[in-house]
């Protein structure tokens, strides 16, 4: 844990750890300061910047709009209204029973 300066910076280190080894659940990472032995649930996958270049290099601007436009329509027509099926008592107030048509 490094040394907090105020209330805004992170309790953890931002330097990043990098897998050395991988073991069912126990993973072995290494940065330049240290090495750490955690169960993977500890760890947060970081995408690389080269990753993420080449994801949006494999499908155009163009996909992207058509892709987008499918899945609304294909939203819009699965959707089904339903309608609540519990039976209601009638509000009374004072003893009397108040009108279908003045009710909120």
Known sequence: MQKRT??????????????????????????QQHIITRNISHFKRVPTSES??????????????????????SQVDN???????????PISRFGLTVPSHLKV
């Open 52 to 73: 993420r270049d080449k994801e949006e290099e494999d499908i155009s601007d163009d996909e992207r709009k058509k892709e987008t436009k499918e899945q609304g329509k």
């Open 6 to 31: 105020n209330k805004l910076t992170p309790k953890f280190s931002p330097v990043r750890f990098i897998v050395q080894e991988r073991k069912g659940t126990k993973i072995v990472a290494k940065n």
């Open 79 to 89: 959707v089904i209204l339903r309608r609540s099926k519990r039976s209601r008592i």
